[in-house]
């Protein structure tokens, strides 16, 4: 198996990481043109004056010029202007993950936070609290995720709509903290975007989608979750400023508790590009355990437990825009997965062996919609081939605890717990999906709920 360069992939991102900080920046920042219209004016004075040179005066204003372009750059040698630079005059700036949200001078832990009215009356809820498995906060719909699983096509409609995020320079700042960031590659992909609540689903209505970029999730999704931190000249932390204050909620009265209520046209606020996770069951019946390098945009140093990121517009595309939508998603899962896998020429097969099982919203990233999936290896050998891409993934290894029957999934998410992994977020909902659906054999279950367990029983085990 061919390993990549892990460090000339982040050197080649970098480079294009940068370049498209400066595209986004040149559309939507009037400060920023400014800026680089000085710097070419003066670039071009300084080819003039060495074309012309005649005299001393030719010399001194070529030194004039120049002093102006190192202005311009400063000790940093940066054509960023000074306010977005992540370090200026000796202070250092990074972000920092918040854990409360900031709203009208108040501080709310996440775990404050409901679903948007519409969602809420559709299930949504945490289907994890109180039970110490992740700090972040999910929130998902049983009846919603049996919706997408029995429907004959998941439909959708397409939107063409441009949308200005930055509301505030600090997201600029916040963007060219990522970018400068060497140890994880961030550049602006094309994605794809649910722009819209998913209670419709309930009475077959059509989810709104929309081309989205990667940026746009970094200035709102991302973005509004963080902390600026800046230290100071003796070296000592201090918050610069707390973007969650941004974070598309508001406050509302339960049972005599203020609460934040997410808005319901919060993805008017926020990216909403779409995520993707695929749990991963290997050749030898066991969930395979992807650790994560420190080059993960996303969830670095955690466990994954099968293929996941989000959904590029180009998977829609390639899928050939189908009139399901399941099929799309399932195209960017099995794509995740052979990526991070190491095994491309697989693909096919994983494409043929992925079920989309559910959808829950990532509440610490501003209710992003993530896609849950199941992935059965088959006769892909994913511990013989070393299953890393040597990139993201740094080690594959298999959860020792064999899957021959859909309640063996309870058994894997209780070896989760007493061992302490730190799973991803998104993993653990694909799990806990799947721990749902194991349930539906009980004599109280819906007879959507059993046609659901039938569904995935024949999927994963006939």
């Given at each position: 198996m061919k390993t990549k360069n892990p460090a000339l992939l982040n050197f080649m991102r970098n480079i294009k990481g940068r370049w498209d900080l400066f595209v986004v920046l040149m559309r939507w920042d009037k400060v920023y043109r400014k800026e680089i219209t000085i710097v070419i004016l003066t670039l071009m004075l300084i080819s003039y004056s060495i074309i012309d040179i005649n005299d001393k005066w030719d010399y001194a204003a070529m030194a004039l010029e120049i002093s102006i372009l190192l202005l311009q750059f400063g000790s940093e040698m940066s054509i960023l202007p000074i306010k977005y630079r992540?370090?200026?005059?000796?202070?250092?700036?990074?972000?920092?993950?918040?854990?409360?949200?900031?709203?009208?001078?108040?501080?709310?832990?996440?775990?404050?936070?409901?679903?948007?009215?519409?969602?809420?009356?559709?299930?949504?809820?945490?289907?994890?609290?109180?039970?110490?498995?992740?700090?972040?906060?999910?929130?998902?719909?049983?009846?919603?995720?049996?919706?997408?699983i029995l429907t004959d096509a998941l439909r959708y409609q397409e939107v063409s709509k441009d949308i200005n995020y930055i509301i505030s320079n600090l997201q600029i700042m916040y963007l060219a903290l990522r970018v400068a960031t060497k140890t994880q590659h961030t550049t602006n992909g094309v994605k794809l975007a649910l722009y819209g609540l998913t209670d419709g689903?309930?009475?077959?209505?059509?989810?709104?989608?929309?081309?989205?970029?990667?940026?746009?999730?970094?200035?709102?999704?991302?973005?509004?979750?963080?902390?600026?931190?800046?230290?100071?000249?003796?070296?000592?932390?201090?918050?610069?400023?707390?973007?969650?204050?941004?974070?598309?909620?508001?406050?509302?009265?339960?049972?005599?508790?203020?609460?934040?209520?997410?808005?319901?046209?919060?993805?008017?606020?926020?990216?909403?590009?779409?995520g993707i996770t695929t749990l991963l069951l290997t050749d030898n019946n066991k969930i395979g355990m992807l650790h994560q390098g420190a080059g993960k945009v996303i969830d670095a140093k955690k466990v994954g437990l099968g293929g996941s990121g989000s959904m590029d517009y180009s998977d829609f595309d390639k899928a050939g825009k189908p009139e399901d939508l399941r099929k799309a998603i399932a195209y960017g899962m099995a794509r995740e997965l052979a990526e991070e896998t190491g095994t491309k020429q697989h693909f096919d097969t994983l494409l043929d062996r992925t079920m989309v099982t559910g959808f829950f919203r990532w509440v610490d990233r501003c209710a992003k919609p993530e896609f849950v999936g199941i992935t059965r290896g088959g006769d892909v050998a994913f511990s013989e081939e070393g299953s890393i891409d040597g990139d993201e993934i740094v080690k594959f290894e298999e959860m020792p605890i064999t899957i021959r029957k859909l309640k063996d999934f309870k058994k894997a998410l209780a070896y989760i717990k007493e061992n302490d992994i730190k799973v991803s977020l998104s993993s653990l909902m694909a799990l806990?999906?799947?721990?749902?659906?194991?349930?539906?054999?009980?004599?109280?279950?819906?007879?959507?709920?059993k046609q659901v367990f039938d569904k995935m029983n024949n999927f994963l085990f006939s």
């Open positions: 992540p370090m200026h005059a000796g202070i250092q700036h990074f972000s920092q993950l918040c854990t409360h949200i900031w709203n009208n001078k108040r501080s709310f832990p996440m775990a404050d936070i409901l679903p948007p009215k519409a969602e809420e009356n559709a299930g949504f809820q945490n289907p994890i609290a109180g039970q110490e498995l992740s700090a972040e906060i999910p929130f998902s719909s049983d009846q919603v995720s049996d919706k997408i689903l309930l009475n077959d209505e059509p989810l709104t989608l929309r081309k989205s970029y990667y940026f746009d999730a970094l200035l709102t999704n991302e973005a509004f979750r963080s902390r600026l931190i800046r230290r100071n000249l003796r070296g000592h932390e201090e918050i610069y400023s707390d973007l969650s204050a941004y974070y598309p909620v508001r406050q509302e009265q339960v049972n005599g508790r203020t609460m934040l209520r997410i808005r319901p046209d919060f993805y008017e606020s926020v990216s909403g590009h779409i806990q999906r799947m721990v749902a659906i194991a349930g539906y054999d009980s004599d109280d279950a819906t007879a959507e709920q």
